[in-house]
């Protein structure tokens, strides 16, 4: 195994397509009905400014940092084993979790499919794009070297 290098491209894009993802996810698609079942208006929403938006990149760099460091350790670091990773850990991880939590908080089924469907699509991406640039970057260094 090389030693390991953050692929710093992948993990902001990863996170920007995580980003962008959440935007239509729950801003086009999921919007009215998120926000029914979490019982919030679109004032009270909108009242929290742009705080949840910065906390969610930052928080999605967090999520491909760890997707790049995942893929670090496979020969095959690729779009492919990114999607892989990624659908894994939104299943495995991120919807059970959700899944478990919203039960003991008796929040609606509806809720926990628009979330957990948002984490598994989104992790998949996500990793997909990492992937991606992670196999791209060492295309580019196996070249130069």
């Known amino acids: 195994m090389t030693a390991r290098r953050p692929n710093y491209l992948g993990i902001v894009a990863g996170s920007i397509v995580f980003w962008l993802f959440g935007w239509v996810w729950y801003g086009m698609i999921f919007g009215t009905a998120w926000m029914a079942a979490v019982g919030k208006t679109q004032e009270q929403a909108m009242a929290a400014g742009y705080t ?77 794009a990492v992937g991606a640039l992670r196999a791209w970057a060492q295309g580019r260094a196996a070249k130069a070297a």
Request: glycine residues 14%.
């Open 52 to 128: 949840p938006m910065i906390v969610s990149f930052v928080a999605g760099l967090f999520v491909a940092y760890c997707f790049d460091n995942m893929l670090w350790h496979y020969e095959r670091g690729d779009a492919v084993k990114g999607a892989q990773v990624g659908f894994l850990t939104g299943v495995c991880i991120a919807a059970t979790t959700l899944i478990i939590s919203y039960s003991y908080q008796g929040r609606p089924v509806g809720l926990m499919l628009i979330d957990g469907g948002y984490f598994v699509i989104g992790f998949v991406i996500t990793g997909a």
